[in-house]
């Protein structure tokens, strides 16, 4: 714990993101919006604290992380598509080189 009393945030390592994405991947409840149990909060908190346990993390971290990453990618899409309104830019993306 730091001196503040909070707990400090936990980082993730390279391959740690590419295991998160690897996970989430095979877990469609979490993007697909047409699965069944999309919208089952219960089951997708206890497949992110399964995620957390394997990449030895607290779920709602896990949770955080990839919640992060993704709204990132999606910034950086619609940035090359240039819909922000500001100049294109190419850069390379965890999640982008996983899809295929």
């Known amino acids: ?17 590419e295991l998160l994405v690897e996970f989430v991947q095979k877990e469609d409840i979490f993007y697909d ?5 999309s919208k ?18 607290e779920g709602s971290e896990c949770k955080k992380r990839w919640k992060s990453r993704r709204d990132h990618y999606k910034r950086e899409k619609k ?13 390379s993306s965890v999640l ?3 899809r295929a």
């Open 79 to 91: 940035e090359e598509k240039g819909t922000t309104g500001k100049a294109a830019k190419k850069k």
């Open 40 to 57: 089952n909060t219960i089951k997708k908190d206890l497949l992110w604290n399964e995620i957390g346990r394997a990449l030895k993390k």
């Open 1 to 17: 714990m730091s001196q503040s009393g909070k707990v400090p945030p936990m980082w993730f390592s390279a391959d740690e993101d």
């Open 33 to 37: 919006l047409k699965h069944p149990e």
């Open 96 to 98: 982008a080189c996983n």
